[in-house]
């Protein structure tokens, strides 16, 4: 049986790390797909540097995301691109423009240096996607503030 993708959420940003991912959502589990980060360019050019990162990331998320790429495929695609099963995932809460996921063990995301919590951070007119996918997958464990 092959794995469906069912959902997908552009440009999230993993806090902590400043790092920008494209979310596919399976039958089976959560997949990240790193864009990039904006931290060097923040360090290079300040706040005009980022911005111009940002703006970058969103274009590259944009084109990413209209592919039709298997889910293999994506992991893949850049060695710091993870997966978490579902059951991995104890809890979700989605606010206004961000997403907390608690984790049941430690060390879920590799590659990012997140233990037990994880904070996604995505554009706020995306919120009625990000709650319609994660209600679908993680039936019981969303709360909406």
Request: proline content about 2%; hydrophobic content about 35%; overall charge positive.
């Amino acid at each position: 049986m092959t794995e469906e993708i069912i959902g997908k959420i552009k440009n999230t940003t993993l806090t902590l790390t400043s790092k920008s991912y494209n979310l596919y959502f399976t039958d089976r589990r959560m997949i990240g797909d790193l864009l990039g980060g904006t931290i060097g360019a923040f360090i290079a050019g300040g706040l005009i540097g980022e911005a111009i990162a940002k703006r970058r990331l969103e274009k590259k998320g944009e084109e990413a995301i209209k592919e039709e790429r298997e889910p293999e495929q994506i992991l893949k695609s850049h060695k710091k691109n993870f997966s978490v099963d579902y059951g991995d995932i104890a809890n979700a809460i989605v606010k206004k423009k961000k997403c907390i996921m608690k984790f049941t063990r430690r060390g879920t995301i590799p590659h990012t240096g997140i233990r037990k919590k994880v904070i996604f951070v995505f554009d706020k007119k995306d919120k009625d996607n990000v709650t319609s996918i994660l209600t679908k997958v993680l039936p019981g464990k969303v709360v909406v503030k």
